[in-house]
């Protein structure tokens, strides 16, 4: 013990502590007590920044910067296409499927039959059925993808623009990327596009697509003409009933699109995901679906669909391949009462899961997202003078898909043909401006450990004058007190063995 106190004694004399060996050297009372306070006091003033500066370290918390990428880092987009109107009616007539105004014939009939209900159910069972969901669940997926537009009866010229140099070279779309089918209910098939990985680092910068929108039958069920797109990251698309912007027939359409890339920090300084598709689920037509909190959010009420209705939401444009559940909305050919009190509690069960749950489920963004920015100018095309060239073009040496059997036994371009064509065609350019440059919002942590660490030494030696230096102090002090005690026991058995 003896050995300990004076060791201990020793080290507060030499220590590199600073005003500690100045307790033991003065000799006035007064300033030694002085001294003491004071070492107290620093020592409890830095413990306390230490403190604080600790926990406000544990926040991580994180600041919010704004970059401007280098020009060419950005790859041109992903663009699905879709025509407004989803019917091929000819290709409705070719399978011997039920046209869909007779589909909705069928179900005021077939509705108007269910005399167990009142007229406000019988209203609701019929608005539950009367819509393109509605129809779809009738033919099903596959039979669904029948009737819908072909790419070649819908998209007849498509090409990237690369550029090389001064010079501008034309890229069929076929070649240079891939063009993929997709499927939501509103309007069936729809194509997406976009640039094969090899020709991802290509410069790009624009698109144009030639589409062809037929008018040789009139629907009741949807009144107008034209097209709708959107610009999206590779996998799957949004929404395209909330997100599409209309393309409109007879006009030449110009798309200014820019990115806003975004970069969140994860845990611990955040709350985001790299998951860049949905697990296990799918468009219609079996193609991947991009992650997003709109789409997560989407899952999330279709699961519970699933799970307490038994059965799937046409109208959620997600499908389940595994889950091995009819459509909710889906109505048998012949009448079938049990079928329709089920579809009208299927329905009534769907509205409840969006009333109790909807608004619980909240989804994590993507650590790395992209929001695409467009600006539209349109202008009338074609002009008369071109339509000849238009014809000879495109639609003559076309592969003649069914709608162009209109135009074959035009020789000559006459004035109803002319406007016809005129008529049924759409011309866009995507332009795409961040190809010189995009803006990049990131999220960096606020104070690193090594900020903390710095701070945490920075606040030592500034009250304490506590350096690295200490920790050899104490590794001495404590080899001092092991050798000196071995010394101890030594001088004991030495002492014995003399007795």
């Given at each position: 013990m003896v050995h300990l106190k004076e060791e201990l004694t020793k080290?507060?004399?030499?220590?590199?502590?600073k005003g500690v060996p100045k307790v033991f050297q003065v000799r006035n009372t007064f300033l030694r007590i002085l001294w003491a306070m004071?070492?107290?006091?620093?020592?409890?003033?830095?413990?306390?920044?230490?403190?604080?500066s600790l926990l406000d370290y544990l926040k991580y918390e994180t600041i919010t910067v704004i970059n401007e990428q280098r020009q060419g880092s950005t790859v041109f987009p992903s663009i699905t296409l879709c025509n407004i109107q989803p019917f091929d009616y000819d290709r409705i007539e070719k399978y011997g499927y039920i046209k869909p105004e007779e589909?909705?014939?069928?179900?005021?009939?077939?509705?108007?039959?269910?005399?167990?209900?009142?007229?406000?159910?019988?209203?609701?069972?019929k608005t539950s059925l009367r819509d393109i969901g509605g129809y779809f669940s009738f033919l099903g997926i596959e039979n669904a993808k029948r009737v819908?537009?072909?790419?070649?009866?819908?998209?007849?010229?498509?090409?990237?623009?690369?550029?090389?140099?001064?010079?501008?070279i034309k890229r069929k779309c076929e070649d240079f990327g891939d063009i993929v089918l997709t499927q939501q209910p509103p309007y069936l098939n729809c194509y997406n596009i976009n640039l094969k990985a090899e020709n991802s680092n290509k410069g790009v910068d624009a698109m144009t697509v030639l589409l062809h929108i037929a008018d040789h039958f009139k629907s009741d069920i949807i009144q107008s003409r034209g097209a709708v797109f959107a610009i999206h990251d590779k996998y799957g698309a949004p929404s395209m009933s909330l997100n599409g912007l209309t393309l409109s027939t007879n006009t030449f359409t110009s798309v200014y699109s820019t990115v806003e890339?975004?970069?969140?920090?994860?845990?611990?300084?955040?709350?985001?995901?790299?998951?860049?598709?949905?697990?296990?689920?799918?468009?219609?037509?079996?193609s991947e679906i991009a992650y997003s909190v709109s789409t997560c959010e989407i899952k999330k009420i279709h699961d519970s669909i699933i799970s307490k209705c038994k059965c799937q939401d046409v109208h959620s444009l997600i499908y389940k391949p595994s889950a091995n559940v009819s459509f909710c909305h889906k109505m048998d050919e012949v009448f079938n009462i049990q079928n329709l009190r089920d579809i009208l509690q299927n329905s009534r069960c769907i509205q409840k899961v969006y009333e109790e749950l909807g608004s619980l489920y909240t989804c994590i963004p993507r650590c790395r997202s992209k929001s695409y920015t467009n600006l539209l100018s349109k202008s009338d095309w074609p002009i008369k003078s071109s339509v000849l060239n238009l014809y000879q073009q495109f639609i003559k040496p076309h592969p003649l898909g069914k709608y162009f059997k209109i135009y074959e036994n035009a020789t000559n371009i006459n004035s109803v043909v002319s406007d016809l064509l005129e008529n049924n065609l759409i011309k866009v350019k995507f332009n795409w401006i961040s190809h010189k440059g995009s803006k990049v919002i990131s999220d960096k942590a606020k104070a690193k450990f090594l900020d903390f660490f710095s701070?945490?030494?920075?606040?030592?030696?500034?009250?304490?004058?506590?350096?690295?230096?200490?920790?050899?102090?104490?590794?001495?002090?404590?080899?001092?007190?092991?050798?000196?005690?071995?010394?101890?026991?030594?001088?004991?058995?030495?002492?014995r063995t003399l007795r």
């Open positions: 080290f507060l004399k030499t220590t590199s502590i004071s070492i107290i006091g620093f020592f409890a003033t830095a413990f306390f920044q230490v403190i604080y589909y909705f014939s069928k179900v005021d009939y077939y509705v108007s039959k269910m005399h167990e209900l009142n007229t406000s159910d019988r209203e609701e069972l819908g537009f072909e790419k070649n009866d819908f998209i007849i010229d498509c090409n990237y623009i690369e550029l090389d140099g001064e010079l501008t890339e975004r970069k969140r920090q994860g845990k611990p300084y955040g709350d985001c995901t790299d998951e860049e598709r949905l697990k296990d689920y799918r468009d219609f037509a079996g701070k945490f030494g920075g606040i030592l030696n500034l009250w304490t004058g506590v350096t690295f230096a200490l920790f050899v102090e104490f590794f001495e002090l404590f080899y001092r007190l092991l050798i000196g005690s071995n010394e101890n026991r030594i001088r004991v058995v030495e002492v």
